[in-house]
């Protein structure tokens, strides 16, 4: 992964949008009010304010190719679902967008978004594992260089079989557990060690040990 668009610059959006530059990718930063984007154009490859629901702003800044798109708008829930459904036809092969609540994030993953997050809910299951196991990735002692991270099944690999991809002998990354949505749930599945014959879907996530920069293609 080489050019990302962050579309948001709130708290959520704008530390998206930093931590990518910082591990080397492209950035696009974009938001309707200036303050936001003056305040972050130093801190990433470009940052501009416009309409991002206008789909002449997109072709302008060539969204179309990007390699991933974060919808991070906010309260607009308007504007996030017609910013997430012009670039799943721009056909964008990764969309994550963020929503406030469960409903909304059937909305958007029914529309075409490949992933849908929860900040502050998320945050809030990790500190509760954090105090309820005492033991939680952001604490396994790995190698300098080496990390534990969630990253999106890529487009290529979707379809495909564990087996088929052989992510350790091609990607130097080490397959943990797979993270699947399920239809009508709010949980994911996990598939803690799975066999070489799971095959990942589109929307799948998987917890992987890899090289920092090898991982850095694939974080958002």
């Known amino acids: 992964m080489r050019r990302v668009a962050v579309f948001g610059l709130g708290q959520f959006g704008a530390s998206v949008a930093r931590r990518l530059y910082k591990e080397g990718i492209e950035v696009l930063a974009v938001d309707r009010?200036?303050?936001?984007?003056?305040?972050?154009?130093d801190e990433v490859t470009v940052a501009v304010a416009f309409d991002s629901t206008i789909r002449e702003n997109l072709l302008a800044y060539d969204v179309p190719n990007m390699d991933a798109v974060v919808v991070a708008?906010?309260?607009?829930?308007?504007?996030?679902?017609l910013v997430t459904v012009q670039v799943k036809q721009m056909g964008v092969p990764l969309i994550v967008v963020k929503a406030l609540n469960p409903l909304r994030r059937q909305v958007l993953l029914s529309i075409g978004a490949d992933r849908v997050v929860m900040p502050e809910e998320e945050m809030g299951t990790r500190l509760a594992e954090e105090l309820v196991?005492?033991?939680v990735v952001d604490y396994v002692e790995l190698p300098r260089g080496f990390s534990l991270r969630r990253i999106a099944v890529q487009p290529q690999w979707a379809g495909r079989t564990l087996s088929e991809?052989?992510?350790?002998r091609t990607e130097k990354l080490n397959l943990v557990q797979v993270v699947r949505a399920r239809t009508g749930a709010h949980e994911p599945e996990l598939v803690p060690v799975p066999?070489?014959?799971?095959?990942?879907?589109?929307?799948?996530?998987?917890?992987?040990?890899g090289p920092d920069e090898?991982?850095?293609r694939y974080l958002l």
């Open 165 to 168: 991809l052989s992510l350790l």
């Open 33 to 41: 009010e200036l303050r936001l984007v003056e305040e972050i154009q």
């Open 73 to 81: 708008i906010g309260t607009n829930f308007e504007a996030t679902v």
């Open 133 to 135: 196991h005492e033991s």
């Open 195 to 209: 066999h070489g014959d799971i095959r990942l879907h589109a929307g799948d996530r998987i917890d992987v040990i």
């Open 214 to 216: 090898v991982l850095a």
